[in-house]
């Protein structure tokens, strides 16, 4: 399975056990963060300090040892090629390592267009980059990392590398910016990005470690020249990636695929006994089931704006990424999201008692605000997401909606089953009047019998049964895929829509039940529960998905 390569930030290259048989893998790390650039032209982040630390206590619950920091300043061509240099001479057999790099990217104009690679470079700007008067111990062009991989690391371990920044790419659907909150990781604009020229980059410092390495040449290689090579890039190539405070506003600010990155290895399952990646419940994460997890993941955090991607070599889907998993330290629960009601009255003083949520200080802070002089209610992606809200019952049928699908977000597992949303996608905005179709689609893993539940959570927080009825019997999935379980046109009110689907083993009997006394009605009150008791009973053979349908005028 192979998508297009971004190599630009969070970098993590984890080896798997593919060394001889009985030797216990030991796990290192080299973790690399950019946040201050020291520069007229290269905004600063916030992110990548804290992803750091919060890779680095990943790695270190999975008792590594050898781990080697390097922040802002301390990062360098040197000090990069050198560090991956010094772990190629430590490492051994059934190693893993995880190189990790966070922060911003980049693109230059090629210095040797291919057709294999394009017209431009993707790079790494480093603290103090200029593009008019540049060194080349400030910029990291994709090729060398993978140069530098392939010259020193041992082939006998598994690399994967994990990118938490993006080169170029726009936003699909327009933001609202009376309430947004996420800042790209992308130095300079894709337009301005076509001025920049590399200086020409040294060579290698070292010597080989690999023999094979040097059939590359030595100075710069491709992805496809690392035989053992795993790869999760943070956005498709038209897309930016995204970091924003995690999990709610005052959290702190964290890249959005390293957020769902540590959450996916962190985080129990519905087993509670594995972390939630391990999406068939069979004690391991693999290969296909953390790209399949990362991917939900990434696009219900940032409102369906970024995808994450996955490359990994033939015969290598079921392949484990650890010899041992971290320690489950994320808590399931959820914090209380924050919201600003604006305009409001004396009579809306606080959040009603057990609301799931809390009043915000200032919208600065807020999750969500409501506009009562318009009814709108904004959430912090840059959308609104309810119209016609005009009272408190209202606004708090919006929020018990929304507190079910931030829980359910965690739970999100598609690697039998997706839905999918026709014509645009669940990244453009549904005008009034335009068509939709929902479809559910086989992916990955598909095998054996499953029966189908799908309802809808409107944008004001009413609950819609859509599948199964009337007609449709037990909603037994038959072979022929994919499933079509709604036709239909965009109507007033506006908002988000959340499709919510659920393939499982058995009939859920006390699911349906639940869902046809709420049907009709603005509670989500107990479906949380039971959806993930159903999931627990389906032992790792149960899909949840989520489709997200914006629309408006």
């Known amino acids: 399975m192979a998508t297009p390569v971004r190599l630009i930030l969070t970098l993590c290259v984890l080896f798997a056990g593919v060394g001889a048989p009985g030797v216990r893998a030991e796990t290192r790390a080299i973790l690399i963060g950019v946040a201050q650039y020291q520069s007229q032209v290269i905004p600063d982040l916030v992110g990548p300090a804290n992803d750091v630390t919060a890779m680095e206590a990943l790695v270190r619950s999975m008792a590594a040892r050898d781990v080697v920091t390097l922040r802002d300043g301390a990062v360098s061509r040197s000090s990069v090629e050198t560090a991956i240099h010094d772990m190629g001479t430590r490492a051994v ?53 993978y140069a530098w991989m392939k010259r020193y690391l041992p082939q006998d371990v598994a690399i994967l590398m994990v990118v938490d920044s993006c080169h170029s790419g726009t936003m ?29 980059r040294p060579g290698p410092k070292f010597g080989a470690l690999r023999g094979d390495a040097l059939q590359t040449g030595g100075t710069s290689a491709r992805r496809d020249d690392l035989p053992n090579l795993v790869y999760i890039g943070a956005s498709r190539d038209d897309q930016l990636a995204l970091e924003t405070e995690l999990p709610q506003e005052g959290a702190p600010q964290r890249g959005v695929l390293t957020y769902a990155l540590e959450q996916a290895l962190s985080m129990p ?6 972390p939630v990646a391990d999406l068939d419940g069979d004690g391991m994460v693999s290969v296909i089931e953390i790209g399949s997890y990362l991917n939900s993941q990434v696009r219900m955090l940032t409102a369906q704006r970024q995808e994450s991607t996955l490359f990994f070599p ?11 998993l971290p320690t489950l330290r994320l808590p399931y629960d959820l914090p209380l999201q924050n919201v600003v009601i604006a305009g409001q009255n004396d009579a809306v003083l606080a959040a009603p008692i057990n609301a799931p949520w809390q009043l915000a200080t200032s919208s600065n802070n807020a999750d969500f605000i409501w506009l009562t002089g318009s009814e709108e209610v904004l959430r912090r992606s840059g959308d609104v997401v309810a119209t016609g809200i005009a009272s408190l019952d209202a606004f708090a049928g919006v929020m018990e909606k929304w507190h079910s699908v931030l829980a359910l977000r965690p739970l999100v597992s598609e690697l039998a089953m ?72 965009v109507v007033p009110p506006f908002g988000v829509d959340h499709i919510v689907a659920l393939a499982t083993p058995e009939v859920p009997e006390a699911l349906r039940a639940a869902l ?38």
């Open 172 to 200: 699909h659907r327009a933001i609202d910016t009376r309430a947004y909150a996420f800042t790209p990781r992308i130095a300079f604009r894709p337009v301005d990005s076509r001025a920049i020229e590399l200086v020409a």
């Open 516 to 553: 046809r006394n709420a049907d009709g009605l603005r509670t989500t009150g107990g479906l949380v529960g039971l959806i993930r008791s159903e999931l627990k009973r389906g032992r790792g053979k149960a899909s949840l998905s989520i489709a997200e349908i914006y629309t408006g005028n």
């Open 93 to 145: 057999a059934g190693d893993w390592v995880l190189v990790y790099f966070s922060g911003h990217g980049a693109q230059a104009l090629a210095q040797n267009p291919t057709e294999a690679d394009g017209a431009f470079d993707q790079f790494v700007p480093l603290s103090g980059f200029d593009p008019v008067r540049q060194d080349p111990e400030t910029f990291i062009v994709d090729k060398d990392f």
């Open 269 to 274: 399952g519905t087993n509670e006994l594995s």
């Open 418 to 489: 997706r839905l999918s949303l026709n014509p645009l996608g669940s990244d453009e905005l549904y005008g009034e009047g335009a068509p939709i179709s929902i479809a559910m689609e086989r992916a990955g893993r598909s095998g054996g019998q499953r029966f189908a539940t799908v309802f809808n959570l409107a944008s004001d927080g009413t609950v819609q049964l859509i599948y199964p009825l009337g007609a449709d019997g037990d909603g037994r999935l038959g072979a022929e895929m994919p499933h079509s379980l709604l036709d239909t046109v």
């Open 314 to 324: 033939t015969g290598w889907a079921e392949r484990p990424l650890f010899s041992a």
